[in-house]
């Protein structure tokens, strides 16, 4: 082995890597210390700066959880949430579009039956969210999987509430037309995590961290291409500078307001309340475009 100096450093390093016996680990890492010898010759940072680095990324390790997932949240913040959301969900024209997850997505929700309030004793002004999930030929899928989760009324997740169990948050299923009828409450804008490290890092910067209103589904059926996206609420301040880069103009829909009367799922409200109608749209699994 050659004795390292600045300029053959990276060509070393990558030498070394690419003797490793497994392809795509092996092409993984040859392009990481690329291009983060790249990235540090470019910047070249001081030592100080490196503790620094390691540090908050030793912080940024400390804070996730079950219900919290800061690096996710680091990702989301630099755009490579949504780059990685590309590159593995080229649908056809027609599908619906897919968006960030986020960091607060917790598996398993309760299942709910057909137009049941997902919400109660929640924050917020009742809204009922409708619609069919079909595939690019029209037919209606029966039996798809809703999986559904948003803030409260006062921008909050579950993860950032003093609860026990599920909160805002659970599983609707498609009825043999295709349809499905949720009740839960509209959400707001609101501010990501600023207590964490990111929260260090985005205040130092003149970056917006809010993101629109917004409601989060997984949608997904056998034989489909599954989808993870948002409803966006038409009219957010926020709308056109989402922190996480996940607006997409096909998944921003009217919140219509109704004074009262007869809601969709068939109750009677006799406040104010919201309807939401929008048709996801699932592409065969066969036919999906590989990344």
């Not at 016996?21 to 940072?45: G, N, S, W, Y």
């Not at 500078?241 to 096909?250: A, C, F, T």
Request: include cysteine; glycine fraction near 8%.
């Amino acid at each position: 082995m050659p004795y390292v100096t600045e300029s053959n450093l990276t060509d070393v390093a990558r030498e070394r890597w690419s003797n490793i016996p497994d392809p795509r680990l092996r092409e993984i890492m040859t392009a990481l210390v690329k291009h983060v010898h790249a990235f540090v010759r470019e910047i070249e940072p001081t030592q100080a700066e490196w503790a620094t680095a390691i540090d908050w990324l030793t912080r940024t390790g400390k804070l996730c959880t079950d219900k919290r997932q800061e690096f996710i949240l680091f990702s989301d913040v630099l755009g490579v949430s949504m780059l990685m959301d590309a590159i593995n969900n080229r649908l056809d024209n027609g599908a619906t579009p897919t968006t960030v997850e986020g960091p607060f997505h917790v598996p398993a929700s309760p299942e709910f039956a057909d137009g049941a309030d997902m919400a109660k004793n929640a924050p917020g002004v009742p809204c009922f969210v409708t619609g069919t999930v079909r595939d690019l030929d029209g037919k209606p899928v029966a039996g798809a999987s809703l999986d559904v989760w948003q803030t409260d009324g006062e921008g909050l997740y579950e993860a950032q509430r003093d609860v026990e169990g599920p909160w805002l948050r659970g599983v609707f299923r498609t009825r043999a037309d295709g349809s499905f009828a949720i009740r839960t409450v509209v959400p707001i804008s609101y501010t990501i995590p600023m207590d964490g490290t990111v929260g260090e890092l985005v205040e130092r910067t003149n970056i917006s961290h809010y993101r629109p209103a917004h409601i989060h589904f997984v949608v997904e059926a056998p034989g489909y291409h599954r989808i993870v996206t948002h409803l966006f609420r038409r009219g957010d301040r926020y709308i056109d500078n989402d922190v996480v880069y996940g607006v997409k103009e096909p998944l921003i829909v009217d919140f219509k307001e109704v004074p009262g009367g007869k809601a969709p799922n068939g109750e009677t409200l006799e406040s104010a309340f919201y309807e939401v109608n929008y048709d996801f749209v699932l592409q065969k699994a066969a036919i999906a475009k590989a990344a």
